[in-house]
């Protein structure tokens, strides 16, 4: 009966993950174990998406009481000022937080200031990266189901957030989230190309 229920499961994230990959165009890669029910090993994406390097993996930590499973994605982008942002969702505990005096950044947008904390090395380059529509837009797209933090440390953007891709709206938030991750991408390295003064 289990082998059955976490068969099922896997199947489950399996098409998913397949059809995420064919809308990418991007294959799935399939693990070796897939026709283990209790693999904690899971398909992955990962190839060249719009001209950078692109990954998107499922995978469990811990075990027992304190498993865990994962969602993660990861882009790569050119980022030679050594920019940094953390971006996520504000909460009671983030609230409370500023209330004793934790800092964040604020683009001069209130309903977006009022859902996300941000913080970065450079508070104009998360101000501009963050203010145009485009960004908004994609992220008040993702706001309800966003449970992760986007952070940018080096030439990577990551994103990461409990629970794997189970079903169709599971698949499409995570469509979403890309999208977001992709225009997120190209706008920080616009920023950095306009304040770029080798080409003055």
């Known amino acids: 009966m289990l082998e059955f229920l976490f068969g099922r499961r896997y199947r489950h994230i399996e098409r998913q993950m397949i059809i995420l990959g064919n809308r990418l165009e991007i294959p799935a890669k399939l693990p070796a174990s897939r026709n283990n029910p209790f693999s904690k090993y899971y398909p992955k994406i990962e190839g060249i998406l719009m001209d950078r390097k692109f990954s998107l993996e499922l995978y469990q930590q ?3 009481k304190n498993k865990r499973y ?15 942002l953390t971006l996520y969702k504000e909460r009671i505990w983030s609230k409370l937080g500023k209330l004793v005096g934790m800092q964040d950044i604020e683009i001069g947008d209130a309903p977006f200031d009022k859902s996300f904390i941000i913080k970065s090395n450079d508070d104009y380059f998360a101000t501009e990266v963050l203010k145009n529509q485009k960004s908004k837009d ?11 933090s986007f952070i940018l440390d080096g030439n990577n953007l990551n994103y990461k957030q409990l629970g794997l891709i189970r079903s169709d709206q599971d698949r499409v938030f995570v469509e979403h989230l890309i999208e977001t991750g992709l225009v997120l991408c ?8 306009d304040r770029d003064p080798t080409r003055m």
């Open 62 to 64: 811990g075990s027992g």
């Open 70 to 84: 994962y969602t993660e994605l990861n882009f790569e982008l050119e980022n030679k000022y050594e920019y940094t």
């Open 138 to 148: 994609y992220f008040r797209m993702i706001l309800n189901s966003m449970d992760g």
């Open 186 to 193: 190209m706008s920080m390295e616009k920023f950095a190309f």
